[in-house]
């Protein structure tokens, strides 16, 4: 069965390239884990209850990496032998064997898939499109909802009050830059209500409008339109992937750049997937602001909020070294993980970065990698790299996050200074925030993008452009004469 | 015929007679509507006069014989709401667009079936993880570091604990089915954090919440029976789950409560969503095969739809039970159904399965005494061991907010403490289940209270039926009356 679990029937010519990216990233976790270790040597005093194992026993027990599930260190390994009589023993051992057989796949005992009931009569009816010939004939273009000539959204609530665009065809009669679409996909590892991220993030508005740092109006600059949600079967996120990276393709076919809002974070994979469709492999860099990696390896599940980067490496539709990650702190990876993602070429910063050099030092260097190689550039801003006090309505918090004030200004510059191609902001559940400030946060994000992509259209993409006008009163001459 | 189903069959006629092309008169006249209507003629039989105007007439006329036919079947309800809908949609077109509206209305309902070309027939897993199974992995006794003896064992530090670990109704811990043995056990209260709610998904947090939250075993007033000084009672922990797929849970769910079951011990399990009560009540089925069982299923959703894609999900795990035989509709007794899933061909079908529902419909109608009374009758009738699952959505959502599918003008405290507590005294329970507890959505304690309570309802029962309290509607004299 081929690895690559949620792709287009009409993506096969690629198949070549990605049995060759396969190949390299699987090569490199095999040499991980046979990395030579030191067996275990046994004291003396446990030689004849030791004797009466076969070799293969004995060769598990001397495994450090084999036994530190069951005794943490080779000296407490002892300890358990030692308080044991010869049988207890020698059904120590088969248990522990026996447990490392169950762990793994074994063919006939396990499924290796989930059956679906493929005579279901509603089998795709979660995403079967509504013909337009169902409603009124209308001009394509996005739909205004206002009633009144004073603006506003008439009422409906729409991401960033913007109009409403429900095809490709909408996009292109109406010159789209940007097209926001939600992706209520629920299935994170924490707690869940992700799928409601779209429903509070229209509700909550403050997504658009003038700009009190730059005196930019992402509204009436760009040509910004509601595109609706993408469908998701929340059985199944396997299910749900080649649906949206179908939409989110469509919309970056147009020319438009998708915005993406979530969902969790397995969205991630379609996002850059469908980019990489339309822009072409090798063509695309990617950010990632994130409390967690995301590149989670030798799951059971093919795709998950914690995977989606190593399935896209996996895939071949993009590599480590096209990655740059900001806001890492939770408890994984491990030593060995992030060893792996250097060798792989990620470029990361984690927290522990941020303390040791600084917020502005870390910033400049991000938005240098960034530009680095004037490629184009995917955003994806997973809203758990702020701090929890920010944003308490998230399914994985971790403590000691970014400030809006500190993710806020690196936005808005990396989407005036880079060619920004896309956009997500995932992980929003409101269930875990009854006050407005999680919405209100991440809103504030997706603006800071919104204005730079505005900014970028007027030609402000000199580093670090503050509009001159709202940073001094100009009373005096109190920066001249002090700095 | 009762007035809601009038208007349904009407629309149902006058569409299938404007394209049959002739006018029809059905004979069939309204029946004599009995007190309880299980045996009610079918919704669809009444018959009423159509005109059709010669406009639509013509434009029909237009279609080919397989678009005439698909309008005249029932698959274009798949896609618009009603027969009156449809009827407006042709009448406003002109021939040209009709042929249009029709050939996309058939080409999407086409689309909705599997397309072995293009979709996924399976979720495919990854045989290659090395934890593939880890999630479920019971640990072998001789791996424990240290030995103990099998049998129930405090946590607690004190002859009377305040607080202190938490446990299902403050019990003392059993891990193994030999602990349940050699402890005698009557009641096992384990948690099943399986998250995939339709509805709003927490449940997975619903075991942790009711440990933290006391009143499962408290004494109860109604009885002056303390459930802790007349069964042992343990918390059995959680069940392992995989949180990405109800169908790689079903297997250990089932047999953990197969075990569970077979040590003669009642399962009082905390949910969880919906969909683990397939594994649940086949485990507890299997324990003892020969034993048919009745369901007592509270809840808002009735749980049967028949058609998803997915095996299994909270809305279909009553469907799947009856469809494998596990239970049969004469011996599911539903309560407080009132969610906007159940169709009225739903509810057709479940009266074809000889289910007995009860709608807060009939609540509304007939008054909660006479339901309550009649619900357990019904039970006794069936003469088996009742299986309790109790879905928290069939609360009112002002006493229970938390409820992963919540639905307003539900049942109260007041109203189904009686029930559950008479349940738990009058017949012979095999096992309780609290399903869809999804505390995130409660800020305050009320809804874990309040589960708990239901809790306590029942552990109370069956500490009366174990005292022989278990005549109809007991009630402690002393506390119904202060007797000056």
């Not at chain 2, 202190?164 to 384990?190: C, H, M, R, S, Y």
């Not at chain 2, 305050?444 to 039926?465: D, E, F, P, Q």
Request: glycine fraction near 8%; charged fraction near 20%; hydrophobic fraction near 40%.
């Amino acid at each position: 069965m081929s690895t690559r679990m949620f792709d287009l029937q009409n993506l096969l010519p690629f198949c070549l390239c990605i049995v060759f990216a396969v190949a390299s990233v699987s090569t490199q976790a095999q040499e991980e884990e046979e990395e030579p270790e030191t067996p275990i040597e046994f004291p003396a005093s446990l030689e004849t209850k030791l004797a009466q194992l076969t070799p293969e026993q004995m060769e598990f027990l001397s495994s450090p990496r084999k036994t530190r599930s069951y005794a943490r260190t080779p000296e407490l390994l002892f300890e358990a032998l030692e308080k044991r009589s010869p049988e207890e023993v020698k059904a120590y051992v088969e248990a522990m064997i026996w447990v490392a057989g169950q762990r793994s796949f074994q063919e006939g005992r396990d499924s290796v898939e989930i059956p679906l009931n493929t005579d279901s009569p509603d089998f795709n009816a979660w995403l079967v499109r509504r013909p337009i010939s169902f409603d009124p004939p209308r001009e394509a273009g996005p739909i205004e909802m206002g009633r009144y000539m004073g603006g506003g959204g008439g009422g409906i609530p729409t991401f960033a009050g913007a109009p409403v665009a429900l095809t490709p065809e909408d996009l292109i009669a109406g010159e789209v830059d940007v097209a926001i679409v939600g992706a209520p996909l629920n299935m994170g590892s924490g707690w869940r209500d992700a799928d409601h991220g779209p429903l509070i993030m229209r509700l909550q508005g403050g997504m658009a409008g003038n700009d009190q740092y730059t005196q930019v109006n992402a509204s009436r600059e760009l040509n910004i339109v509601d595109y609706g949600d993408i469908a998701i079967d929340q059985d199944s996120t396997e299910r749900s992937m080649q649906h949206v990276r179908e939409v989110v393709r469509e919309i970056a076919e147009t020319g438009a750049i998708p915005f993406i809002i979530g969902g969790d974070h397995s969205l991630e994979y379609p996002n850059v997937a469908a980019l990489v469709d339309v822009y072409g492999q090798g063509n695309l860099s990617v950010i990632h602001f994130d409390a967690h990696y995301d590149v989670g390896r030798d799951s059971p599940h093919y795709i998950s909020h914690g995977q989606p980067i190593y399935r896209l490496m996996v895939d071949g539709h993009i590599k480590g070294s096209d990655y740059i990650q900001v806001g890492l702190r939770s408890g994984g990876p491990d030593e060995a993980g992030y060893k792996w993602l250097r060798e792989e070429g990620f470029k990361y910063h984690s927290m522990a970065e941020v303390e040791r050099f600084g917020w502005d030092y870390v910033l400049e260097r991000v938005l240098s990698e960034a530009k680095g190689d004037g490629r184009k550039l995917y955003i994806s801003f997973d809203v758990d790299v702020l701090d929890p006090s920010f944003i308490a309505g998230t399914g994985t918090p971790v403590s000691g996050g970014m400030t809006p004030r500190e993710a806020i200004p690196i936005i808005r510059r990396l989407c005036a200074e880079v060619n920004v191609v896309g956009f997500d902001l995932v992980e929003v559940a409101p269930a875990l925030d009854p006050t407005y400030t999680t919405a209100l946060h991440s809103a504030a994000i997706a603006k800071a993008c919104l204005t730079g992509i505005a900014m970028r259209k007027l030609e402000l993409t000199e580093p670090h452009y503050l509009n001159p006008v709202t940073i001094d009163h100009a009373q005096d001459n109190y920066h001249e004469e002090n700095n | 015929m009762s007035e809601i189903y009038k208007k349904y069959p009407a629309i149902v006629v006058a569409v299938s007679v404007l394209l049959s092309g002739c006018v029809v008169q059905d004979g069939s006249q309204n029946t004599a509507q009995s007190a309880w209507p299980n045996t009610a003629p079918g919704f669809m039989q009444e018959r009423a006069e159509v005109e059709i105007s010669a406009s639509v007439m013509e434009k029909l006329s237009t279609l080919t014989e397989a678009q005439r036919a698909f309008l005249r079947s029932s698959d274009p309800l798949r896609v618009i709401a009603s027969r009156e809908k449809l009827n407006e949609e042709i009448e406003r077109r002109d021939a040209q667009q009709l042929q249009r509206y029709v050939s996309d209305m058939m080409s999407a309902v086409a689309a909705f079936a599997y397309q072995p070309d293009s979709d996924m027939g399976v979720i495919p897993l990854n045989p290659e993880a090395t934890g593939f199974n880890s999630y479920k992995i019971l640990k072998p006794t001789i791996l424990n570091t240290r030995s103990r003896s099998p049998g129930p064992f405090s946590v607690s530090r004190y002859i009377n604990q305040w607080g202190g670990i938490p446990t299902f109704a403050g019990a003392k811990v059993a891990i193994t089915p030999e602990d349940l043995v050699a402890g005698n056990v009557d009641i096992a209260i384990a948690g099943i954090p399986q998250s995939m709610s339709s509805g709003n998904r927490d449940a997975r947090n619903g075991p942790k919440a009711l440990r933290a939250m006391h009143g499962i075993a408290d004494r109860n007033v109604f009885s002056l029976v303390d459930p802790h000084t007349v069964l042992n009672i343990v918390d059995y922990g959680d069940f392992s789950v995989d949180r990405m797929a109800i169908a790689r849970s079903v297997e250990h769910i089932r047999d953990m409560i197969f075990d569970l079951s077979s040590t003669g011990a009642v399962p009082f399990l905390v949910g969880g969503d919906h969909s683990v009560m397939y594994p649940t009540v086949k485990g507890v089925r299997d324990a003892n095969p020969e034993q048919p069982l009745t369901v007592v299923h509270f809840g808002a959703h009735y749980n049967a739809e028949r058609t998803r894609a997915h095996e299994l999900s909270d809305r279909d795990a009553v469907f799947k039970l009856l469809q494998e035989e596990i239970i049969n509709g004469e011996n599911l007794i539903q309560v407080g159904l009132r969610g906007p899933q159940a169709s009225i061909e739903s509810f057709q079908w479940m009266r074809e399965q000889g289910i007995l529902y009860h709608t807060m419909a009939e609540v509304e109608l007939r008054g909660w005494d006479v339901v309550m009374n009649r619900v357990l009758n019904e039970a006794k009738a069936t003469d088996n061991p009742v299986y309790i699952s109790f879905d928290v959505s069939v609360m009112d959502m002002a006493e229970l907010t938390a409820a992963g599918r919540a639905s307003p003008g539900g049942l109260t405290v007041r109203e189904l403490a009686p029930l559950v507590r008479r349940f738990c005294a009058e017949t012979d329970i095999a096992g309780f289940e609290i399903m869809d507890m999804a505390p995130m959505l409660d800020f305050t304690y009320v809804s874990a209270l309040n589960a708990n309570y239901m809790m306590n309802a029942c552990l109370t029962g069956i500490a009366m039926r174990k005292l022989g309290m278990s005549q109809e509607n007991y009630l402690n004299p002393i506390t119904v009356d202060h007797g000056q």
